[in-house]
């Protein structure tokens, strides 16, 4: 009998849920978006039961499309939008409140605060800076100002956990409760070394060991599926990662010194650096890459730009000047250059290798002669600006030159951009003939898991589409740098 695994892809706006056969081939793949709440200005929050609703509505349109019955699926992966935090009751799977997003800037004041005493210690301990973006004060947050998470907390009934808990605890009912390590470094409680939860850091966040999720190895056992709709009760869990980490497993990015950009809502690198970790120097973070039970976890050094694919949604939402996402390479190619546009799409605050929590968008260089065309140009240069400037970083770190960059993600389709990005990179850009790779590398975790694959498996998998060269002379970056440069500036609070 054939096996088939269904990777679920939770993302920021949507989920994708993906069928693969034993052969590592791609067979179906469904998505849908979810609404998007902002209840004050550089809030975000999901509803959860949206988030459940979508991946339900995706996997039952999947297996339609592939063919297939819940019975066929043999073993399911997860990957998902990462430190976006869920808290419900465990008596009763009651979620208290919405899911706080990733983006969401609502513990600015609070990190401000805890700055002075806490930066230090918790860089050390978790690889990660103080800033809104992590798990660790979005949890202080509802505890101090939701009464009903504070009641479950009191009563010893209060699960947190990050959308991979959320989603394994809607698939079993309630009977698995664990996290992975990939996500568990994101929440700023976990210690890097000991891959465990930091009593320190957890009464610093005001929550209680009991409240967390068990943490667990990458490609392992989470449980079995039961009473779901697009999976029987003989459908085991075996994958687990968050969405960069698992995009970096989906490259086949192995070994030590391989590294990948995701074009998604935000744009993330991230480095393999083995099983050492590196703690920067230039603002980026040190995380847990993956971890295969009963090996030697890997880690990666990453920097992200909180708002990439975000940008072009704005162009077609905030401004109307594109009516789909996918119009912005045609109307960006009708221009050579921004005439001077510089667009900095801080719309959710600055992140790597700045962190400027409060930092805003702006646009600078408008004349009569600007059209939307130029803006648009704008949008994708500063897309791959942000990740020039990660890399830059990244570099320092290393002391090394990056031979190549392999993209993944929606945006990584355009062409455009994928060749701005490899002359402001200074480097190739490699692009796979799929680019989901996110939801691959859960596949590829759930196999290896389950037994059905190896490592060498996956390495025979993974094809190359297209590979994009510099076409650009340093002195003419050199150049441009300084107007873009000049726009950071600017925006840094």
Known sequence: MKKYIMSIDQGTTGSNVVIMDQGGSLVATSDRDFQQIFPHPGWVEHNPTDIW????????????????????????????????????????????HNAIVWQCRRTSDMCKKLKPKWSKIIKDKTGLVLDPYFSGTK?????????????????????FGTIDTFILWKLTQGRSYFTDVSNASRMMVMNLKTLDWDAQLLKLFKINRS??????????????????????????????????????????????GDSKCTFGTGSFILMNTGNKIVKSKFGLLSTVAWKIKNEKVTYALEGGAFVCGAAVGWLRDGLGIIQTSSEVEKLASQVETTDGVEFVPTLTGLGAPYWCAEARGE???LTRGTTKAHIARATLEAMALQNADILRAMQKDLKKKMKFLRVDGGASANNLLMQIQS?????????????????????????????????????????????????????????????????IKKVRI
């Open 139 to 159: 949890m202080r947050w509802l505890v101090e100002n939701v009464p009903e998470v504070a009641k479950a907390l009191k009563e010893n009934d209060l699960a």
């Open 53 to 96: 609703n979508s991946i339900e509505s995706s996997a039952q349109e999947a297996l339609k499309k592939a063919g297939v019955s819940a019975n066929d699926i043999f073993t399911i992966g997860i990957t998902n939008q990462r430190e976006t935090v869920v808290a419900w009751r465990k008596s009763t799977s009651q979620v208290l």
């Open 423 to 487: 002359d402001y990179l200074q480097t190739d850009v490699v692009r796979p003939v799929m680019i989901e790779t996110t939801a691959a590398g859960a596949a590829y975790l759930a196999g290896i898991g389950s037994g059905l694959w190896t490592m060498k498996d996956l390495q025979k998998i993974s094809k190359v589409d297209r590979k994009f060269e510099v076409k650009m002379s340093l002195k003419n970056l050199n150049k441009r740098l300084v107007s873009w440069n000049k726009a």
């Open 211 to 256: 409240c967390l999720p068990q943490i667990k190895s990458s490609a392992d056992d989470f449980g079995t599926v039961y009473n779901c709709k697009f999976a029987s009760n003989q459908t085991t869990i075996n994958g687990m990662a968050g969405d960069q980490q698992s995009a970096l497993f989906g490259q086949t990015c192995f070994s030590a």
């Open 363 to 365: 646009i600078t260089g």
